[in-house]
């Protein structure tokens, strides 16, 4: 499964399992994201799945700018490891 894949690779880089850093949760917001809109191509009026979705994308996007404005290297790296677009920051 994708999220065991990104579990192991976290866990190996940081020697421990640490599910509530920075990374973790992004990389677990992101697949929920991935399931979320795989469903919604299916069930396109599924409205209450998509305000779940959109308060997702609300709370991996402030993960996401805390973490360029604490450590810019980190970010870059998470974001080419996930393939998702980089954000315009203000």
Known sequence: MVKNSFISVISQEKKEENRGSLEFQIISFTNKIRRLTSHLELHRKDYLSQRGLRK???????????LAKKNRVR????????????????
């Open 75 to 90: 970010y870059k790296e998470l974001i080419s490891q996930l393939d998702i677009r980089e954000s315009k920051m203000s």
């Open 56 to 66: 997702i994308l609300g709370k991996r996007q402030r993960l996401l700018s805390y």
